[in-house]
C-alpha cells in the first residue's frame, strides 16, 4: 500500500500558479532532460570522484530508474534514500523523479531506530543506502530492521569493493549496469509528490514533509533565481547534505530547474570547503553559520602561517539553518569578497532572504531582519499566537507562510496537518516575528524555543546575536535548563575564539554594554571545542541541553550564584 499523500491547498490557487509561469508545470526528470538537451557536455555534478556531465549523469539515471522498475518501484512509491553528498545521491534523485517515485532522502549519521521511524510511516518499499560512511554501516543496519518494515521489499547497498556489500542487500553498482535503451520516463503530474523532506530531527520524532516537483522546481527554484543576478547557470557548493531541507535545493533546483553545476563535498570540513572554493570557483556557497565561522577560523589560521592562497569571491555566500550573527556576516562578506544572504526558511515550507543587497542581516531593536518576503516563493503573514488572527505590521506574532513553495502536507500525520496549517493551507511555523512599514519581515525567535525563567521569557536568539560580537566568543548557542526554583535558567554553550575562554563576568559586562536586560543574561557557560551539529548540519540544541542537564565534568560547565525567585541574574560564575 502507498502511502497517501494530500494537498491542502485548493487545487484552483495550485493551478494558477502554473498557469501564469511561476512554477515551470514540468516534473523534475523532465526539467532536467531539456537541460541536458540543451547542453550534452556541461558539467552536472563535482564530487569526490571528479566530474560529470549531464549526458553521462542522465545515462546513469537511466539505468538507475530501469533497475528500480525492474525491481518494482512503481509512480507514487516511496523509496529512501541514506548516502553521503555525491553522484549517487544526485542519480537516485532524478531516476525516482523519472519513475514518478517518491524520494525520501535523510542524512547518513541518522540512527537505525530514526530511519525505521521515517520509512514505516511513509511506507517506503525500498532504501537505498551506504554500505559504510565514516563508521557507519547503514545498509546493514537497515537490513537487519527490514522485518520490522512491512512494506520494505529492498535494501540496496551502494559503494564499498564487489562482495562487501551486506547479504541481503542488492548492489547499488550492479542496477546502474541495466540497460536503459526501453525506458520510458512516467511523466508524473508537476503538482504531485516528488520529495519527502525529513526535519532537522530537533524534535522527538523527526517532521516529514510532501514537496509536488512544482513547489520544488518553482517556488524553490524561484529562490534561488532571485540571487542569480545574470540568469547564468549557477555553480553551488552545497556544504549541507543534500538529503537535508536546505539541500533539497541541490539537484531539483540548481541542476533541473537551472541547469547548474552542483559541487558537493561527502562529508564537511573547513580545510575541504576552502580547497573546493579555490579549485571549482563556485558562484554560490550554501550553508550554516557555524560552518562559515570554522572556514573563517581556518583563513585566519592560513593568514597567520604565511601561507593563505587568494580565494575566487562567488557571487553569494548563502547562510541558513540557524540564526546569523552581523559579526559573522561581516567577517564572512570580507574574507570571501562577496555578499551575505541571511537566509530564514524551514522543511515545513517558509523562506525569506536578504538579497544581494545587503552584507549583513540588520538587528535594529528586536529580532533579525530577514529580507522582503517573495510572493514567488512565499507570501508572509503575522497572526496572533492565541486566536490566529491578522496581525497589523509591526506587531509580534507567529509567521505563516502559503506560495508556490508550500508544500503538500505532513507525511502519515493528521496531527501534524492540524497543528501546524491553518483551513486555508497556509502554513504555521511556530516562529515569532513582525513585519516592519517597509515590508522587511524580521525574525525574533521560536515560540517552543522561548526560555521561561521566573515567569519572565528569554529568547535565546536574542542572546546568541548580542554574545556573538563578543571578541572571545567564535560561536554561541543558548538553551534552557530545568532548575527547581526558577523553572529554566539560560545556558550559554560557547566555542571560544584563541586561547583564552570567556567567562560568565565577561559575557554579563559584554551583554550589559549591548543594553541587554540583566534578567535575559546566561546564568551557566558550557565551554567547547566545537558546536555538536545534527546530521543536516545545524547546531545540536537536543544534545546540549541533555549535557547541561546532566551536568557536564569539569571546567566546561560553569554554574551560575544561586539567586532567589524573582531577582534579576547576577551574570557571573561560582
Known amino acids: 500500500m502507498t502511502v497517501a499523500l494530500h494537498d491542502l491547498l485548493p ?82 534523485d532524478l531516476a525516482l523523479a523519472a519513475l514518478g517515485a517518491v524520494a525520501l532522502p535523510f542524512p547518513v549519521g541518522r540512527g ?31 537490513r537487519d530492521l527490514a522485518p520490522e518494515l512491512p512494506a520494505l521489499r529492498h535494501v540496496i547497498a551502494a559503494g564499498g569493493a564487489a562482495g562487501t556489500e551486506p547479504e541481503g542487500t542488492i548492489r547499488l553498482a550492479a542496477l546502474l549496469r541495466s540497460d536503459p535503451a526501453a525506458f520510458v520516463p512516467a511523466r508524473p503530474d508537476p503538482d504531485r509528490a516528488a520529495r519527502i523532506l525529513v526535519s532537522s530531527g530537533s524534535e522527538a520524532e523527526p517532521k516529514m514533509i510532501a514537496y509536488s516537483h512544482n513547489a520544488l ?21 552545497f556544504l549541507v547534505p543534500l ?10 533546483v540548481t541542476l533541473a530547474r537551472h541547469g547548474g553545476t552542483l559541487i558537493v563535498l561527502d562529508h564537511f570540513t573547513p580545510e575541504a570547503a576552502l580547497a573546493a572554493v579555490r579549485e571549482h570557483r563556485p558562484t554560490h556557497v550554501l550553508g ?19 601561507d593563505s592562497p587568494p580565494l575566487p569571491a562567488p557571487t553569494a555566500l548563502i547562510l541558513g539553518g540557524a540564526p546569523l550573527d552581523e559579526t559573522t556576516a561581516e567577517s564572512a562578506s570580507r574574507a570571501f569578497g562577496c555578499p551575505v544572504v541571511n537566509l530564514y526558511g524551514s522543511a515545513d515550507g517558509v523562506n525569506c532572504h536578504t538579497g544581494l543587497g545587503a552584507t549583513a542581516p540588520e538587528s535594529e531593536g528586536t529580532g533579525i531582519a530577514a529580507g522582503r518576503p517573495d510572493p514567488r516563493v512565499a507570501e508572509i503573514r503575522i497572526t496572533d499566537t492565541e486566536t490566529h488572527e491578522r496581525l497589523p505590521d509591526g506587531a509580534i506574532g507567529e509567521i505563516i507562510a502559503c506560495g508556490p513553495m508550500t508544500p503538500m502536507c505532513y507525511v502519515a500525520s493528521p496531527d501534524l496537518d492540524a497543528l501546524y496549517r491553518t483551513p486555508e493551507g497556509w502554513v504555521r511555523t511556530g516562529d515569532l516575528g513582525f513585519i516592519d512599514e517597509d515590508g522587511i519581515l524580521h525574525v525574533v525567535g521560536r515560540l517552543k524555543d522561548i526560555v521561561i525563567r521566573g515567569g519572565a521569557n528569554i529568547s535565546p536568539a536574542e542572546v546568541e546575536r548580542e554574545l556573538s560580537s563578543h571578541p572571545l566568543v567564535r560561536d554561541v548557542v543558548c538553551v534552557g535548563v530545568p532548575d527547581e526554583v526558577m523553572g529554566e535558567r539560560l545556558a550559554a554553550c560557547v566555542v571560544p575564539r584563541g586561547a583564552q575562554p570567556p567567562t560568565l563576568d565577561s559575557l554579563a559586562g559584554h551583554l550589559e554594554l549591548r543594553g541587554l536586560d540583566r534578567r535575559k543574561h546566561p546564568e551557566r557557560l558550557l565551554l567547547l571545542t566545537e558546536l555538536p551539529l545534527t ?19 569539569g571546567p566546561e560547565a560553569t554554574p551560575a550564584r544561586p539567586e532567589p525567585v524573582g531577582a534579576a541574574p547576577a551574570g557571573v560564575g561560582a
Not at 517506503?124 to 547503514?138: Q, S
Not at 524553490?220 to 542569480?228: D, I, K, Q, T, V
Not at 538529503?243 to 531539483?252: I, K, L, Q, R
Not at 572556514?295 to 585566519?300: F, N, P
Open 11 to 92: 487545487v484552483g490557487l495550485r493551478r494558477s500558479w502554473a498557469v501564469d509561469g511561476t512554477c515551470p508545470d514540468l516534473d523534475l526528470y523532465s526539467l532536467f532532460r531539456a537541460r541536458q538537451i540543451s547542453d550534452l557536455h556541461r558539467t552536472a555534478v563535482v564530487d569526490a570522484k571528479g566530474t560529470l556531465c549531464y549526458t553521462a549523469l542522465d545515462r546513469k539515471v537511466r539505468c538507475l530508474a530501469t533497475g528500480l522498475a525492474e525491481l518494482g518501484v512503481r509512480p507514487g512509491d516511496v523509496v529512501g534514500v541514506q548516502l553521503p553528498n555525491g553522484r549517487n545521491a544526485v542519480i537516485a
Open 288 to 306: 550554516v553559520p557555524t560552518m562559515i565561522r570554522m572556514m573563517l577560523d581556518r583563513l585566519e589560521a592560513e593568514a597567520s602561517a604565511g
Open 217 to 237: 522546481a518553482g517556488g524553490r527554484g524561484n529562490f534561488l533565481a532571485s540571487l542569480m543576478p545574470d540568469g547564468t547557470p549557477p555553480r553551488c557548493l
Open 535 to 553: 546530521p543536516a548540519g545545524k547546531p545540536d540544541r537536543a544534545a546540549l541541553r541533555a549535557r547541561l542537564a546532566n551536568g557536564a565534568p
Open 112 to 142: 537505525g531506530q530514526e530511519a525505521r521511524g521515517l520509512l514505516r510511516r511513509a511506507e517506503a518499499v525500498a532504501v537505498i543506502a551506504a554500505v559504510e560512511h565514516r563508521g557507519h554501516r547503514h545498509a546493514a543496519d537497515l
Open 243 to 252: 538529503a537535508s531541507a536546505f539541500g533539497s535545493s541541490g539537484t531539483a
